[in-house]
């Protein structure tokens, strides 16, 4: 066995290692449909963008200039002696911000929704008071900035270019830039800029920014590379930015380039391979950036979870762009390796506070569980990368989860404050966010959370829908319109749906002309009686469910094969074509295997795509020593008061000595939005271990 492991990494590794070439003709792969053609109808999604447009963005924006980030800039461009204020990577906090305001361009009702007003950047004057464009005048504004503060030579990095802050928090910054690759986050910063400059361009055809990202991007192909300074980052993000770079420019250095900092990855004759000590226990963990084998050889999912998330993202990218590599296979290892006992039943990657690093295999605590917000966002990016490399549904249908779950549960319900980790129990006194606080926070300097939502919630549509030649993929159920062409012309669908809480869809179809196609609509894993599919999950319902979709096409039921993975419907389409879907959202009970000590005898609740929860707010009882039982019914019903709207779920429980009492549970993503109080989502009910 250990002969056969070795064969294949050797294969793997061997296999990544080519000189890179631009991929050619690209015709048969699964491409991910423009932000620019799907427009969100949908209340629950349209809700959301809404609040981050006029909420959400402006409220940060606000604090990160109270911060002084924006000071940071005017100080780098010599216009002012002030110290530097905030961390080494608090420039990308503003990339990511204006990398939302580009996405937000995408929402054709953002013209009515972008209602900043006065709540708006007070800094940016009065010149800033159109509703209609208030958040693109502020990342102008913002634009300039990093315009004037940029070196001649491309150069940007606040932290670098100004005086030390004399916090006694504040890392001692090195002599001169880029000697401390591993912590300074120069090029993880780049990434983001990169990433935002890239968006930007993209949404408003401005070319001041992405300049700036050109012009930092050469600066960085001059300084890295063989021969040159040979070491990879500390903290994985450049690589993304970088193949963004080459699509809007198709430029190969920057796919080179990116190319390289993974392959240095691992490489311990060019660097000294990284090397992160817990504060707290003091152990040295050799995985925790990454950097302990080459990155075709890491199987196994290590270490800093955002930085592998991001490292694999863009193995999975570069895969799609470059001829020479086959990292899938690595990929697809590394992913089995996570939703084998690495996953929370939110669907975000289970992490744990030290070193904010993977959890070990089964290491699923629920009080302590650190599950950070930007990873649960970058292990959504990953699946839709891979589905885009596969076609295979276990991707998106474990995007679903993650999106009503383990990221949405990231931002509060009017939009002002954020939760940086996602624990699955909370006893109202353990400061589960950053040890600040038991409940969300509006601001904090290790911000990257609050704006990764920012640009994670308007990037929703793309998710959506996959195409491949004349074929569409349905991935998600989110009320949307689609445009996209093929050989005969334009085609639209309307998706109206009453997801998340109820399982009713209608997709109509408009088409230039009568024309055959494909549409592929995903099966979800909740009706094929798997939580997560794929791999060898160790969570499991706890009964078997006979509910099928009933599909309906103008009117007529259809059969289809309900194992299959997509229902595929292959006709001559006409316009005003209407294919009906009842999805029966049953509500379903949740086992863990036993090798979840934590969870041993317990259940969880969901019903369709959410995951539930019982918080102390509305059960004014121990929580931890209540008890279901397999016999007693559950209900579910719409409360339009509750928390803006939410779809509960009720029924009977046991305390106290077998004491009957009413239970209401509400959606995990809808939690502490009421103060600190206790949360249960795992619930004793004498559940026999799977």
């Not at 925790?288 to 993202?313: C, F, N, T």
């Not at 697809?332 to 669907?347: F, N, P, Q, R």
Request: aromatic residues 10%; contains cysteine.
């Amino acid at each position: 066995m250990k002969l056969l492991t070795y064969i294949i990494l050797m294969l793997i590794f061997f296999s990544g290692c080519y000189s890179p070439k631009p991929k050619g003709n690209k015709t048969l792969e699964i491409i991910e449909v423009p932000l620019s053609k799907v427009e969100i109808k949908d209340d629950f999604w349209n809700g959301k963008i809404t609040t981050n447009s006029n909420v959400t963005i402006p409220a940060v924006l606000n604090r990160f200039d109270e911060n002084g980030y924006k000071d940071n800039y005017i100080s780098a461009a010599g216009k002012s002696s002030s110290a530097h204020r905030g961390l080494p990577w608090s420039d990308s906090e503003l990339y990511k911000v204006i990398e939302g305001i580009a996405y937000l361009n995408y929402h054709s009702d953002n013209k009515t929704l972008v209602n900043a007003g006065d709540t708006l950047i007070k800094s940016f004057g009065a010149a800033y008071q159109s509703n209609n464009d208030a958040l693109q005048k502020a990342a102008d504004s913002l634009i300039k900035l990093f315009e004037a503060a940029q070196d001649s030579n491309g150069y940007l990095h606040t932290f670098h270019m100004t005086r030390q802050s004399p916090e006694p928090w504040a890392r001692k910054k090195p002599d001169h830039n880029w000697a401390d690759i591993e912590n300074m986050h120069e090029l993880y910063c780049a990434g983001h800029l990169i990433e935002g400059a890239v968006a930007y361009y993209k949404t408003t055809g401005k070319k001041a920014f992405l300049e700036v990202a050109i012009k930092l991007a050469n600066h960085i192909n001059q300084t890295f590379g063989p021969g040159k300074l040979e070491i990879p980052p500390g903290h994985q993000e450049i690589e993304l930015g970088l193949i963004q770079l080459y699509q809007v420019t198709q430029n190969p250095q920057y796919l080179n380039l990116a190319h390289y900092f993974l392959e240095e990855r691992g490489n311990g004759k060019n660097h000294t391979l990284f090397i992160k000590t817990d504060k707290e226990s003091g152990i040295k963990d050799r995985h925790y950036a990454q950097d302990h084998l080459p990155v075709s050889e890491q199987i196994e999912a290590k270490g800093h979870a955002v930085r592998a998330l991001y490292m694999y993202i863009a193995m999975a990218k570069l895969q799609r762009e470059i001829d020479s590599v086959n990292y899938l296979p690595t990929l697809e290892m590394a992913w089995k390796d996570l939703v084998e006992g690495k996953v929370s039943i939110t669907g975000g990657v289970a992490s744990v506070k030290r070193l904010e690093s993977i959890a070990e295999t089964n290491e699923l605590p629920n009080l302590e569980a650190y599950n950070e917000t930007c990873n649960a966002i970058a292990f959504l990016v990953f699946n839709h990368e891979m589905f885009l490399l596969t076609g295979d549904v276990k991707y998106p249908d474990l995007m679903e989860r993650i999106l009503y779950n383990g990221a949405l549960s990231g931002i509060s319900l009017d939009g002002k404050s954020f939760s940086y980790s996602n624990p699955l129990a909370s006893d109202g006194k353990h400061k589960f966010n950053l040890n600040k606080s038991a409940e969300r926070l509006d601001f904090e300097f290790v911000a990257c959370c609050l704006s990764s939502l920012t640009r994670f919630i308007p990037s929703v549509p793309k998710y959506i829908y996959a195409q491949r030649g004349n074929e569409i993929f349905v991935n998600q159920f989110i009320g949307s319109e689609l445009s996209f062409k093929n050989e005969k012309g334009t085609v639209k669908l309307k998706q109206e749906t009453e997801f998340p809480w109820n399982g009713h869809a209608v997709i109509t179809v408009t088409a230039e002309t009568s024309q055959e196609f494909p549409i592929h609509i995903r099966i979800p894993g909740w009706l094929k009686n798997k939580p997560i599919i794929g791999g060898e999950s160790i969570y499991h319902y706890t009964d078997s469910s006979q509910a099928k979709i009933e599909l309906r096409v103008n009117g007529k039921v259809l059969n289809y094969n309900h194992e299959a993975a997509f229902i595929t419907l292959n006709k001559k389409w006409e316009t005003g074509d209407k294919i009906e879907l009842i999805f029966p959202m049953e509500i379903r009970k949740i086992a863990c295997d036993e090798k979840i000590v934590s969870n041993r005898g317990k259940i969880a609740m969901e019903r369709g795509p959410l995951l539930y929860c019982l918080e102390g707010h509305d059960n004014p009882f121990n929580l931890l020593q209540m008890e279901l039982k397999p016999e007693d019914q559950l209900n579910t019903s719409f409360n339009k008061k509750l928390l803006k709207g939410v779809q509960t779920i009720s029924g009977k429980c046991y305390v106290d000595d077998n004491k009957t009492v009413n239970f209401l549970a509400i959606p995990y993503f809808s939690w502490s939005n009421r103060g600190a109080g206790s949360m249960q989502v795992w619930v004793n009910a004498n559940q026999p271990s799977l």
